[in-house]
């Protein structure tokens, strides 16, 4: 598996990337709004390249 070490892009040319990044758009929004459960923000925090949002955003919701 190739790493880019970016997230996955709407605009891409791939359909596989172009739906990982919906899939993370929910993840988030949910957890935006208190509708993550404790252990699926557990299990993405795992993963090493995962972020909540950009840089210049807090990690709390």
Avoid at 12 to 21: F, G, K, T, V, W
Avoid at 37 to 49: C, D, K, V
Wanted: hydrophobic share 35%; glycine share 4%.
């Amino acid at each position: 598996m190739e790493t880019h070490r970016r997230s996955p892009a709407y605009r891409s040319i791939d359909p596989a990337e172009r739906a990982l990044a919906g899939w993370a758009a929910k993840q988030r929004h949910a957890r935006r709004h208190g509708r993550l459960s404790p252990a699926r923000e557990a299990a993405l925090e795992r993963i090493p390249i995962w972020a909540w949002g950009s840089l210049s955003e807090s990690e709390e919701p």
